[in-house]
């Protein structure tokens, strides 16, 4: 018994190929399914940047925001204990910068304000919104033995000043700045539950900014998009077009297009899919991940796991993201555009929340 046991192992010692070759496997295939996606997705922005532009905001803009908001529940501690201090930051600034930002449209209609006073506004939500990022950076240094992130606040203030040099140019900035951040929680979460595929998931990222020079190359020579109708037309002053009127709005309309497939992608697919395999037994390179399981399995939040968590709240808030998507999708279907209105406004709620979370991992 004990030779026959001996035995097998020597076995297994001496033959640790299939163990090598399914990891290398399984990372050439991510490899090769988001290299496609990725030139696929600048393939149809380029080709149909406003009809693809419709499509992904009708079908994925509601639902992106409900698998965030349960990433994010998954990361909320039950007791913040020495971070109480950046959770409190957090959420105020978030709470404060998104009712203001949903002002701003509503003082616009109703003409508050004059039309020369409307770039200093812009520029005060925008130096608002670089203190709150730096003193959350700066917060997240003091948790952190052996770092010093005080360089943040100069930083912050230094960026202020760019900001109010051309306050709507900075505003366009974040526009598509936002998209790539969840490119950033990927590599966040790869580090974390999938370290063998993070060398190789970077090395993709390189080719990200030749795709996006290749499009501005190609698409700035044909002539702007046709905007006679009010959606087309705000989906190019969204993307820029006002702003920047010696650039093709076809370039422009299908770069961010491109992003924003990307950041949906992220959030719908790549992170939901991954969570799973984060458990591979047979993996010995893998450490073993506290999140794995269905979407909806309350168990993987520890804020619903935990003896003293709150799961009646948090089942609530995921029921009522899955009703508040159905209700954008109705939005959609009755009144498009006005609805794309709301959304992009509201959704600034989520562009920040994203911050503090992100940081969090760093």
């Known amino acids: 018994m004990e030779r026959t046991a001996n035995l097998g192992l020597a076995a297994w010692r001496a033959n640790p190929t299939p163990l090598v070759a399914n990891r290398h496997l399984s990372i050439r295939v991510f490899v090769c399914v988001l290299i496609s996606c990725t030139c696929l997705s600048a393939l149809l922005a380029s080709v149909l940047p406003l009809q693809v532009s419709v499509v992904t905001v009708f079908l994925f803009a509601g639902p992106h925001n409900w698998f965030e908001l349960r990433y994010f529940l998954s990361r909320l501690p039950v007791r913040f204990r020495k971070s109480r201090n950046f959770f409190l930051t957090a959420f105020t600034g978030i709470g404060f910068l998104t009712v203001a930002y949903i002002a701003l449209p509503v003082l616009y209609v109703f003409s508050l304000w004059p039309d020369n006073a409307w770039p200093a506004i812009l520029a005060s939500w925008n130096t608002l919104l670089l203190l709150w990022l730096g003193s959350l950076v700066w917060l997240r240094g003091k948790q952190k033995p052996g770092h010093n992130w005080s360089w943040a606040i100069p930083v912050a203030l230094g960026l202020c000043s760019l900001n109010w040099l051309a306050p709507e140019l900075f505003s366009l900035a974040i ?177 920040l929340a994203e911050a503090p979370f992100l940081l969090k991992m760093l």
């Open 175 to 351: 526009v598509y700045l936002h998209p790539l951040v969840a490119l950033w929680f990927l590599d966040r979460h790869l580090r974390r539950t999938r370290p063998a595929w993070l060398r190789a998931y970077r090395r993709c990222l390189s080719l990200l900014p030749l795709l996006v020079a290749g499009m501005f190359w190609q698409l700035t020579q044909n002539p702007s998009l046709s905007d006679d109708n009010g959606l087309f037309w705000r989906i190019t002053q969204h993307a820029g077009a006002q702003l920047l009127p010696n650039i093709s709005s076809h370039a422009l309309v299908a770069v961010h297009v491109f992003l924003e497939m990307l950041h949906y992608g992220v959030w719908l697919v790549a992170l939901p899919l991954i969570a799973p395999l984060a458990k591979q037994p047979n993996d010995p390179l893998s450490p073993p991940a506290r999140e794995h399981g269905r979407i909806w399995d309350l168990k993987t939040v520890p804020l619903a796991r935990h003896p003293r968590g709150f799961p009646k709240l948090v089942a609530t808030a995921l029921a009522v993201g899955v009703f508040l998507v159905a209700i954008l999708w109705l939005g959609f279907s009755v009144d498009y555009a006005t609805t794309r209105d709301v959304y992009f406004t509201v959704a600034i709620a989520h562009v």
